[in-house]
């Protein structure tokens, strides 16, 4: 019975071994196995299996992108001005072996090459520039620190400035600045909407005035034609009446040939046209040289009518 018992305990032993050195890498890891102490290889995703009491883990490694916000780190600008600055580091591991053998603590190592290297850059720029180059040093530092932790099995894949801020009275001046930039500016665009006003009237009151003048031009123009139309309608009429009338003595003329009056009626018409002229205003009267003749004619008729 006790050899029996000694030998379920050798067995769980050799299976405890056996399974603590059966391994499973999961996505976007790696493992750094170490056999009595040297490199011995790196594995990558699926089932591995060591050699016991001899191989082990030494590192275990997130391959996916990782990001560190470090805290605000003090530089002096060109014009010796002190401001903080913290920063984020966008960086992945590409080579496990160079990341676990290269540097020691290899994320106090970013941090430190990111402080020295962001005081480098501000230290050349002024404080305006500071202020309005992100960009510019983003990249700079981003180019810095990818090339020297290539040797550390790290590529570093973006920089970011957090946050800039400056003393506290560069602060003040700096808001006051910019309150008396926007009250300018509000002051232009009052005296351009003022003046863009004042074009608007000036322009309608113009083409008010143009259409006005147009408006009288055209009503003397339909004024003109109106009593030209009128003019001619009247004088068409005075034509038509003359016309009528030429026709009338025409007419009677006509008559009076297809009569064929004789001698005495002549006579008489032209008495009665005399009658006509003595009863008038004129102040001469021309007396035929036949009134003789005339007054033989009236007397004739006046028996006649006896």
């Not at 920089?159 to 309150?179: F, G, S």
């Not at 930039?181 to 351009?192: C, D, T, Y």
Request: charged letters at 25%; aromatic letters at 4%; one cysteine or more.
């Amino acid at each position: 019975m006790e050899y029996m018992g000694f030998l379920v305990v050798i067995i769980a032993i050799i299976v405890v071994i056996i399974v603590s050195c059966v391994k499973i890498v999961p996505q976007a890891h790696a493992y750094v196995i170490e056999r009595l102490g040297a490199y011995q290889a790196t594995w990558d995703v699926g089932l591995h299996f060591m050699v016991p009491l001899i191989d082990k883990v030494s590192r275990k490694v997130l391959l996916k992108e990782q990001v560190i916000d470090f805290p605000p780190q003090p530089v002096i600008t060109k014009d010796n001005v002190t401001m903080q600055i913290d920063t984020l580091i966008f960086f992945q591991i590409t080579d496990p072996k160079l990341y676990s053998y290269g540097v020691d603590n290899p994320i106090n190592a970013i941090e430190n090459l990111t402080a020295t290297t962001l005081r480098n850059i501000i230290g050349d720029l002024e404080l305006d520039q500071t202020l309005t180059s992100r960009e510019l040093i983003n990249t700079k530092m981003r180019a810095a620190l990818d090339e020297a932790t290539d040797p550390w099995g790290i590529k570093v894949n973006r920089v970011e400035l957090k946050n800039i801020m400056p003393p506290a009275p560069i602060r003040d001046a700096m808001e006051k600045q910019m309150k008396a930039e926007r009250e300018k500016r509000e002051s232009i665009l009052r005296s351009e909407g003022e003046k863009q006003s004042a074009i608007l009237v000036a322009e309608g009151k113009k083409q008010a005035a143009i259409l006005d003048a147009e408006a009288d031009k055209q009503a003397k123009i339909l004024e003109a034609e109106a009593i030209k139309e009128a003019t001619i309608r009247e004088a068409e009429g005075e034509a038509q009446a003359i016309l009528a009338v030429q026709q009338a003595t025409a007419d009677g003329i006509r008559m009076i040939n297809e009569a064929t009056p004789s001698d005495k009626v002549i006579e008489l018409k032209s008495l009665e046209a005399f009658a006509k002229a003595a009863d008038g205003k004129a102040t001469k009267i021309i007396v035929p040289s036949n009134i003789s003749n005339l007054a033989g004619v009236i007397s004739a008729l006046n028996e006649t009518v006896k």
